[in-house]
Protein backbone atom coordinates (compact mmCIF):
# COMPACT_ATOMS: atom_id res chain seq x y z
CA UNK A 1 0.00 0.00 0.00
CA UNK A 2 1.01 3.69 -0.71
CA UNK A 3 2.78 5.70 1.98
CA UNK A 4 1.06 8.73 3.31
CA UNK A 5 2.17 11.63 4.84
CA UNK A 6 0.44 14.22 7.76
CA UNK A 7 1.68 17.10 9.58
CA UNK A 8 2.40 15.56 12.96
CA UNK A 9 -0.22 17.74 14.50
CA UNK A 10 -2.34 21.05 14.06
CA UNK A 11 -4.62 23.34 15.88
CA UNK A 12 -7.82 24.21 14.56
CA UNK A 13 -10.75 27.14 15.75
CA UNK A 14 -13.44 25.97 17.11
CA UNK A 15 -16.56 26.58 14.87
CA UNK A 16 -14.42 27.08 11.76
CA UNK A 17 -13.37 24.64 9.06
CA UNK A 18 -10.46 22.70 9.78
CA UNK A 19 -8.54 21.32 6.71
CA UNK A 20 -6.18 18.30 7.10
CA UNK A 21 -3.91 17.81 4.45
CA UNK A 22 -2.54 14.32 3.58
CA UNK A 23 0.28 13.54 0.59
CA UNK A 24 0.29 9.83 -1.08
CA UNK A 25 2.21 10.44 -4.04
CA UNK A 26 2.81 7.10 -4.86
CA UNK A 27 -0.80 6.04 -4.79
CA UNK A 28 -1.81 3.63 -7.62
CA UNK A 29 -4.94 3.49 -9.48
CA UNK A 30 -6.40 1.18 -7.55
CA UNK A 31 -5.84 2.27 -4.10
CA UNK A 32 -8.30 4.31 -1.85
CA UNK A 33 -8.09 6.90 0.32
CA UNK A 34 -9.54 6.19 3.29
CA UNK A 35 -10.04 8.72 6.84
CA UNK A 36 -10.13 7.44 10.51
CA UNK A 37 -9.94 9.04 13.73
CA UNK A 38 -8.94 8.26 17.14
CA UNK A 39 -10.47 9.79 19.63
CA UNK A 40 -8.44 9.82 22.88
CA UNK A 41 -7.96 6.09 23.64
CA UNK A 42 -11.47 5.21 21.75
CA UNK A 43 -11.45 2.84 19.24
CA UNK A 44 -11.21 4.23 15.58
CA UNK A 45 -13.43 5.73 14.26
CA UNK A 46 -14.67 5.35 10.23
CA UNK A 47 -14.95 8.78 8.48
CA UNK A 48 -14.78 9.15 4.97
CA UNK A 49 -13.60 7.33 1.65
CA UNK A 50 -13.18 7.81 -1.65
CA UNK A 51 -11.20 6.79 -5.38
CA UNK A 52 -11.07 10.32 -7.26
CA UNK A 53 -13.97 12.00 -7.00
CA UNK A 54 -14.61 14.06 -3.93
CA UNK A 55 -16.90 13.10 -1.25
CA UNK A 56 -18.92 14.19 1.03
CA UNK A 57 -20.82 12.21 3.96
CA UNK A 58 -22.20 13.91 7.31
CA UNK A 59 -18.97 14.14 9.24
CA UNK A 60 -16.62 15.40 6.50
CA UNK A 61 -15.93 15.77 2.95
CA UNK A 62 -13.04 14.74 1.01
CA UNK A 63 -11.34 16.43 -1.55
CA UNK A 64 -8.73 14.34 -3.96
CA UNK A 65 -6.26 16.20 -6.36
CA UNK A 66 -6.75 15.31 -9.83
CA UNK A 67 -3.45 13.68 -10.43
CA UNK A 68 -4.16 11.90 -6.33
CA UNK A 69 -1.16 12.33 -5.13
CA UNK A 70 -2.99 14.29 -2.51
CA UNK A 71 -6.01 14.75 -0.55
CA UNK A 72 -7.93 16.91 1.90
CA UNK A 73 -10.32 16.05 4.77
CA UNK A 74 -12.52 19.31 5.51
CA UNK A 75 -14.63 18.92 8.64
CA UNK A 76 -17.07 21.86 8.01
CA UNK A 77 -17.27 23.23 11.79
CA UNK A 78 -14.99 21.70 14.28
CA UNK A 79 -16.23 21.38 17.46
CA UNK A 80 -13.97 20.11 20.47
CA UNK A 81 -15.14 17.13 20.33
CA UNK A 82 -13.31 16.40 17.34
CA UNK A 83 -9.84 16.90 18.72
CA UNK A 84 -8.05 13.56 18.27
CA UNK A 85 -6.13 11.54 15.96
CA UNK A 86 -6.82 11.82 12.10
CA UNK A 87 -5.57 9.35 9.81
CA UNK A 88 -5.42 8.98 6.10
CA UNK A 89 -4.34 5.67 4.82
CA UNK A 90 -4.39 4.38 1.30
CA UNK A 91 -5.29 0.70 0.49
CA UNK A 92 -5.86 -1.08 -2.53
CA UNK A 93 -9.09 -3.16 -2.34
CA UNK A 94 -7.86 -6.90 -2.54
CA UNK A 95 -5.51 -5.90 0.96
CA UNK A 96 -7.83 -5.87 3.64
CA UNK A 97 -5.42 -4.62 6.57
CA UNK A 98 -5.86 -0.91 7.44
CA UNK A 99 -2.10 0.50 7.57
CA UNK A 100 -1.84 2.89 10.66
CA UNK A 101 0.75 5.70 10.37
CA UNK A 102 1.18 7.95 13.45
CA UNK A 103 -1.60 10.34 12.16
CA UNK A 104 -2.19 13.63 12.48
CA UNK A 105 -3.09 14.95 15.78
CA UNK A 106 -5.71 18.08 15.75
CA UNK A 107 -6.87 19.99 18.83
CA UNK A 108 -9.51 21.75 18.19
CA UNK A 109 -9.56 25.66 20.50
CA UNK A 110 -12.36 26.88 21.78
CA UNK B 1 -28.39 -1.67 14.90
CA UNK B 2 -24.95 -2.48 17.96
CA UNK B 3 -21.77 -1.64 16.73
CA UNK B 4 -19.07 -4.03 17.13
CA UNK B 5 -18.77 -5.22 20.42
CA UNK B 6 -15.79 -6.29 22.67
CA UNK B 7 -15.46 -7.86 25.98
CA UNK B 8 -14.41 -7.99 28.33
CA UNK B 9 -13.37 -3.49 28.07
CA UNK B 10 -10.57 -4.45 30.62
CA UNK B 11 -8.73 -7.69 31.47
CA UNK B 12 -6.24 -7.66 33.99
CA UNK B 13 -3.94 -10.86 34.09
CA UNK B 14 -0.94 -11.78 35.52
CA UNK B 15 2.27 -13.49 34.36
CA UNK B 16 1.75 -16.78 32.56
CA UNK B 17 -1.96 -16.52 32.50
CA UNK B 18 -4.21 -16.66 29.31
CA UNK B 19 -6.22 -14.10 28.00
CA UNK B 20 -9.39 -14.40 25.81
CA UNK B 21 -10.48 -11.42 24.24
CA UNK B 22 -13.93 -11.81 22.55
CA UNK B 23 -15.43 -9.91 19.56
CA UNK B 24 -19.21 -9.75 18.10
CA UNK B 25 -18.84 -8.30 14.94
CA UNK B 26 -21.72 -5.66 13.97
CA UNK B 27 -24.87 -7.43 12.20
CA UNK B 28 -24.74 -8.57 8.63
CA UNK B 29 -20.47 -8.26 8.60
CA UNK B 30 -18.63 -11.28 8.02
CA UNK B 31 -14.84 -10.03 8.32
CA UNK B 32 -13.24 -9.64 11.56
CA UNK B 33 -9.82 -8.41 11.85
CA UNK B 34 -7.96 -7.74 14.95
CA UNK B 35 -5.00 -4.68 15.65
CA UNK B 36 -3.01 -3.98 19.35
CA UNK B 37 -1.94 -0.55 20.31
CA UNK B 38 0.77 -0.22 22.46
CA UNK B 39 1.29 2.01 24.84
CA UNK B 40 2.37 5.36 23.27
CA UNK B 41 2.04 3.81 19.57
CA UNK B 42 0.66 3.64 16.79
CA UNK B 43 -2.42 0.77 15.82
CA UNK B 44 -0.87 -2.67 13.89
CA UNK B 45 -2.49 -5.20 12.30
CA UNK B 46 -2.57 -8.70 13.78
CA UNK B 47 -4.98 -10.76 11.95
CA UNK B 48 -8.01 -10.82 9.20
CA UNK B 49 -10.57 -13.63 9.53
CA UNK B 50 -13.18 -14.73 8.04
CA UNK B 51 -16.32 -17.03 9.37
CA UNK B 52 -14.00 -20.37 10.35
CA UNK B 53 -11.08 -19.04 7.71
CA UNK B 54 -7.99 -17.18 9.13
CA UNK B 55 -7.35 -14.84 5.83
CA UNK B 56 -3.90 -12.70 6.80
CA UNK B 57 -2.45 -13.56 10.02
CA UNK B 58 1.03 -11.65 8.92
CA UNK B 59 1.19 -9.26 12.04
CA UNK B 60 0.27 -12.20 14.83
CA UNK B 61 3.66 -12.30 16.71
CA UNK B 62 4.30 -16.16 16.34
CA UNK B 63 3.92 -18.02 19.18
CA UNK B 64 1.92 -17.56 22.06
CA UNK B 65 -0.98 -15.70 19.76
CA UNK B 66 -3.77 -17.19 18.23
CA UNK B 67 -7.40 -16.33 16.63
CA UNK B 68 -10.70 -18.05 15.48
CA UNK B 69 -13.85 -16.77 13.94
CA UNK B 70 -16.09 -19.58 14.48
CA UNK B 71 -18.97 -20.54 12.75
CA UNK B 72 -21.08 -19.65 15.44
CA UNK B 73 -20.55 -16.84 18.39
CA UNK B 74 -17.69 -14.30 18.34
CA UNK B 75 -14.47 -13.94 16.98
CA UNK B 76 -11.66 -14.78 19.92
CA UNK B 77 -8.03 -13.48 20.07
CA UNK B 78 -6.03 -15.95 22.83
CA UNK B 79 -2.98 -14.83 24.30
CA UNK B 80 -1.18 -17.91 26.15
CA UNK B 81 1.71 -17.01 28.72
CA UNK B 82 1.11 -13.46 29.15
CA UNK B 83 4.21 -11.62 29.60
CA UNK B 84 4.06 -7.68 30.43
CA UNK B 85 4.85 -6.33 26.96
CA UNK B 86 1.32 -8.14 25.99
CA UNK B 87 0.23 -5.06 27.90
CA UNK B 88 -1.86 -3.11 25.32
CA UNK B 89 -5.45 -2.15 23.87
CA UNK B 90 -6.57 -5.07 21.44
CA UNK B 91 -9.15 -3.46 18.98
CA UNK B 92 -11.63 -5.59 16.84
CA UNK B 93 -13.01 -4.55 14.00
CA UNK B 94 -15.37 -5.36 11.29
CA UNK B 95 -16.50 -5.08 7.82
CA UNK B 96 -19.01 -6.29 5.55
CA UNK B 97 -16.64 -8.17 2.29
CA UNK B 98 -15.38 -6.89 -0.54
CA UNK B 99 -18.55 -5.00 -2.56
CA UNK B 100 -18.54 -4.98 -6.38
CA UNK B 101 -16.10 -1.72 -6.49
CA UNK B 102 -14.06 -3.58 -4.17
CA UNK B 103 -13.88 -0.79 -1.41
CA UNK B 104 -15.53 -1.17 1.95
CA UNK B 105 -14.92 0.16 5.78
CA UNK B 106 -13.82 -1.44 8.70
CA UNK B 107 -15.98 -0.42 11.77
CA UNK B 108 -14.26 -0.36 15.11
CA UNK B 109 -15.19 -1.76 18.78
CA UNK B 110 -14.30 -0.47 21.80
CA UNK B 111 -11.53 -2.01 22.81
CA UNK B 112 -10.21 -4.55 25.08
CA UNK B 113 -7.25 -2.81 27.31
CA UNK B 114 -4.89 -5.77 28.53
CA UNK B 115 -2.75 -5.23 31.84
CA UNK B 116 -0.40 -7.92 32.32
CA UNK B 117 1.02 -7.47 36.38
Known amino acids: DAKTTQPPSMDCAEGRAANLPCNHS???????VYWYRQIHSQGPQYIIH???NNETNEMASLIITEDRKSSTLILPHATLRDTAVYYC???????????FGKGNQVVVIP | NAGVMQNPRHLVRRRGQEARLRCSPM?????VYWYRQLPEEGLKFMVY????????ESGMPKERFSAEFPKEGPSILRIQQVVRGDSAAYFC???????????????FGPGTRLTVT
Open chain 2, 93 to 107: ASSPGLRDRGDYEQY
Open chain 1, 26 to 32: TISGNEY
Open chain 1, 89 to 99: IVRVARNNRLA
Open chain 2, 27 to 31: KGHSH
Open chain 1, 50 to 52: GLK
Open chain 2, 49 to 56: LQKENIID
